[in-house]
């Protein structure tokens, strides 16, 4: 049977996108997830649908337990399974330390850590029941090894991704060996349209090999992490080497 992805956050053209455009030329029956995105989402199963693949936009509140389980159950009652989950839907925005809020902080948590978790949580324990299990592809950041200025807030709820993806490792195997998780850790791919000359410039530098990643880097990497059915519980860099550049 044709495999199954849910791509959370991938109705706007950004990372997810593009993941999910890989995963359907590979062959994948697409969920395209979209929380207020509705027209960009219908736009890309358009898109994709005119292009032999198999695509279906739904939506959900990610940091609402009751609207991902429901998220869950409706792929799997649309495609009839669900094989892979990649979970690329995030927020970032810069702000300087003494501008930043407890809300702040909470929403992060929320958007970034809890969505991963629940999204991981019900997907995870809908694949332990399948023979098959799945694959699931979380998405932290490199930059939790070396924090750079003005992301306080955002960078521990993503630090705290390469636990989840351990944890939830450990988890659904003990439930199913089939079932798998890892973590992708993006360097500088696809960096944001109003950062300033000075900004992409010194983004660039700090990496070893000089030069911006491509959407297709990450694409390629999780297609690596959903295939290769002895990688589960690790976390990989895709960064240019900017994590140990000096």
């Known amino acids: 049977m044709q495999p199954v992805a849910l791509i959370t956050g991938s109705g706007k053209q950004r990372v997810g996108w593009h993941v999910a455009e890989a ?5 994948y029956a697409l969920a395209i997830h979209y929380r207020s995105s509705q027209v960009e989402a219908e736009e890309t199963v358009a898109q994709f649908s005119a292009r032999g693949m198999t695509a279906k936009a739904f939506r959900a509140e990610l940091t609402d337990e009751t609207e991902v389980k429901q998220l869950v159950a409706d792929v799997q009652q ?9 979970h690329t839907a995030a927020i970032w925005q810069p702000k300087p330390l003494e501008k930043i809020t407890a809300a702040d902080v909470r929403n992060y948590l929320e958007v970034n850590t809890l969505a991963a978790f629940l999204c991981c949580q019900h997907a995870g324990l809908a694949m332990v029941k399948q023979p098959n299990g799945g694959s699931i592809v979380t998405f932290g950041d490199w930059a939790v090894a070396r924090p750079y200025l003005n992301y306080a807030a955002y960078f521990p709820s993503k630090g705290a991704i390469p636990t989840l993806t351990r944890t939830f490792a450990v988890e659904l195997a003990s439930r ?26 010194e983004a660039v530098a700090g990496t070893l090999v000089k030069r911006e990643g491509s959407p297709q880097h990450i694409a390629r990497a999780v297609i690596h992490l959903l295939e290769n059915d002895f990688i589960t519980g690790t976390c990989l860099p895709v960064d240019g080497g900017r994590t140990i550049a000096s």
Do not use: I, K, T, W
């Open 78 to 86: 649309h495609f009839g399974q669900l094989d892979a989950l990649v």
């Open 176 to 201: 199913n060996p089939r079932v798998r998780v890892n973590c992708l850790e993006p360097g500088p791919v696809m960096l944001p349209p109003d950062l300033s000359a000075e900004e992409r410039e």
């Open 23 to 27: 995963l359907g030329q590979r062959g």
